[in-house]
């Protein structure tokens, strides 16, 4: 006989094909391209970067989960490989590998794990692992190889370049700066495979055009309202790396539109008061670690209201 029982779950109720795993499968494809740009300008060792920052967030996501959430197949949806491959794409491919490997279990162990493992985290923990070399380890996060220098040599990004040394920006060639022809780090040199990499998700839908357009916006309007060239301010830095792939990361951002404009236009805004008028060049990875703590209050503010709801006068 069949039962008329009904099956009483929890949400959510309606179910779809896109999971974390083909998500997190995306974003890798879409970040491979900016990754090669790094290698083919810095040399392989920016692979070995990627690698070990790779396998230390893959090592510390097993041996948390196991011990601390008893599960065995957290490294299943791909986020431990996203984490490590956008912090090396945050770091120089001149960084000493124990330091790499450091940063990747940081940025698991406490940006991650510590809050409850995917899903429950506060912070990007690629960003909390950046933060926490550059801290740890300020002369080595902040020494950049130059492009296809065979002797090692390194210099300033165009960023420090401008403000401590007083590089004018209307003399930079665009061009070559789009091509990746400047010292920084491994995201920082593929504007243009970042682009495409960012038009991909979008079209995969698998990010909206609400942050990334209301942070690059913020950025533009500030840019021409105190006389700074837009194209510089948009391709130096790690501007590009960070709107397009850990400002949009569904668990550290808004849910609501109202919110996703807010979060966006204030992480443009920090992001040139921290280039231009702090002592620190690049203000992308503060702006978003800020705006990443103010996501609960936002959601909160801009909640949508529920049908049939009176409000308070």
Not at 76 to 93: E, K, W, Y
Request: proline share 5%; charged share 10%.
């Amino acid at each position: 006989m069949e039962s008329n029982r009904i099956t009483v779950t929890g949400s959510p109720h309606v179910s779809a094909q896109r999971t974390t795993q083909r998500v997190m499968l995306n974003v890798i494809l879409a970040l491979l391209p900016a990754m090669a740009c790094g290698i083919w300008i810095f040399g392989w060792r920016s692979a070995a970067v990627a690698a070990v920052a790779i396998i230390a967030c893959m090592l510390t996501e097993y041996v948390c989960a196991r011990y601390m959430l008893g599960r065995r197949d957290s490294l299943r949806d791909c986020t431990a490989i996203v984490t490590g491959l956008l912090l090396a794409m945050t770091l120089p491919s001149s960084i000493p590998l124990p330091m790499a490997f450091a940063g990747g279990v940081f940025a698991i162990g406490v940006g991650k794990m510590a809050f409850g493992g995917t899903g429950q985290n506060i912070f990007n923990p690629a960003l909390v692992g950046r933060v926490f070399l550059l801290i740890s380890f300020p002369v080595e996060m902040t020494t950049w190889p130059l492009p296809l220098s065979p002797d090692g040599m390194t210099g300033a990004t165009l960023l420090s370049a401008m403000k401590e040394s007083g590089v004018d920006a209307s003399s930079i060639d665009l061009i070559q700066i789009s091509l990746g022809n400047m010292g920084g780090s491994l995201g920082e040199v593929g504007a243009i495979a970042l682009v495409a990499g960012w038009i991909y998700l979008t079209a995969r839908r698998i990010v909206r055009l609400v942050i990334p357009l209301s942070i690059l916006g913020a950025v533009v309007l500030l840019a021409a309202l105190t006389g700074n060239n837009i194209a510089v301010e948009l391709l130096s830095g790690g501007l590009l790396l960070g709107t397009f792939f850990m400002a949009t990361d569904y668990v550290t951002s808004p849910m609501t539109t109202k919110g996703m404009l807010i979060y966006g236009i204030l992480i443009g805004a920090i992001t040139f008061v921290i280039r231009h008028y702090g002592s620190y060049p690049e203000g992308i990875s503060f702006a978003i670690l800020i705006m990443n703590g103010c996501t609960p209050l936002i959601n909160k503010l801009t909640r949508p209201r529920l049908f049939g709801e009176r409000r308070k006068k």
